[in-house]
T-cell receptor, first 112, second 114 residues
Framework: GDSVTQMEGPVTLSEEAFLTINCTYT??????LFWYVQYPGEGLQLLLK?????DKGSNKGFEATYRKETTSFHLEKGSVQVSDSAVYFC???????????FGDGTTLTVKP | GAGVSQTPSNKVTEKGKYVELRCDPI?????LYWYRQSLGQGPEFLIY????????DSGLPNDRFFAVRPEGSVSTLKIQRTERGDSAVYLC????????????FGPGTRLTVT
C-alpha cells in the first residue's frame, strides 16, 4: 500500500535560516503530492501541491519538487520567519480517489 | 465565506457508549472526507463521500464505525460501543469536484473515551 515518511522532528531554527523538511513516499500508482500546514490552534490547510513528476509546487516562499526517481517531495524555504512555526504534513492522493495518505508531521519552531 | 465546521469540538464519553460526530462541509462541495488523527501522528483516512454515497470506506477500522451523508451535505460519523482506543481527533474535510482536489479541513472533534 501507499505510505509517506517524513523526517522526524521537532525542528528548531533561528529566524532567516534555511529550512528543509524531508518527505519520501511509496505509492502503487501515480499520485499527486501535497504539503499541509497546521498553525497553532488552527485546522489543517493546504500549503502547496504538485500533480506529476518534476512539477514544483510553491506558496508563501515554500517550495517542493516532485521527484519520481527518488520518490521524494522535500519542503524548502530560503528564510523562515517566526510565523512559520507550525506542524507540516506531507501527503499523497489520487485524482479519481478520495483517500489521502499522510505522514506523521514535523513540528517546526522558529525562534527570533 | 464559512469553512468546514464540526460539532462538538470536544466530546468525552464512557467506554461502551455511542457517539455521533457532525460535519458541515463548505456549501456546494460534493466530496467529503473523514480522517482520524491520533496524538503525534498524521491524519488517517476513514471514509470518502461523493454526494450521498460512500465512494470509499476502506479506512473504517471495524463495524463499530459508520458514516452517513443522506442529503449530500452534512455528514455524521457514528461510533458504537466506544473503546478507549477510539480516543483521537476526528477531522472532516470537503472539496469541490473530483476527489484528489484541494481539501478544506474543519477544526476537528476531540473524542476522549474514558
Amino acid at each position: 500500500g501507499d505510505s509517506v515518511t517524513q523526517m522526524e522532528g521537532p525542528v528548531t531554527l533561528s529566524e532567516e535560516a534555511f529550512l528543509t523538511i524531508n518527505c519520501t513516499y511509496t505509492a502503487t500508482g501515480y499520485p499527486s503530492l501535497f504539503w499541509y500546514v497546521q498553525y497553532p490552534g488552527e485546522g489543517l490547510q493546504l500549503l502547496l501541491k504538485a500533480t506529476k513528476a518534476d512539477d514544483k509546487g510553491s506558496n508563501k516562499g515554500f517550495e517542493a519538487t516532485y521527484r519520481k526517481e527518488t520518490t521524494s517531495f522535500h519542503l524548502e524555504k530560503g528564510s523562515v520567519q517566526v510565523s512559520d512555526s507550525a506542524v507540516y504534513f506531507c501527503a499523497l492522493g489520487y485524482t479519481n480517489a478520495g483517500k489521502s495518505t499522510f505522514g506523521d508531521g514535523t513540528t517546526l519552531t522558529v525562534k527570533p | 465565506g464559512a469553512g468546514v465546521s464540526q460539532t462538538p469540538s470536544n466530546k468525552v464519553t464512557e467506554k461502551g457508549k455511542y457517539v455521533e460526530l457532525r460535519c458541515d462541509p463548505i456549501s456546494g462541495h460534493t466530496a467529503l472526507y473523514w480522517y482520524r488523527q491520533s496524538l503525534g501522528q498524521g491524519p488517517e483516512f476513514l471514509i470518502y463521500f461523493q454526494g450521498t454515497g460512500a465512494a470509499d470506506d476502506s479506512g473504517l477500522p471495524n463495524d463499530r464505525f459508520f458514516a452517513v451523508r443522506p442529503e449530500g451535505s452534512v455528514s455524521t460519523l457514528k461510533i458504537q460501543r466506544t473503546e478507549r482506543g477510539d480516543s483521537a481527533v476526528y477531522l472532516c474535510a470537503s472539496s469541490s469536484g473530483l476527489a484528489g482536489g484541494k481539501q478544506y479541513f474543519g477544526p476537528g472533534t476531540r473524542l476522549t473515551v474514558t
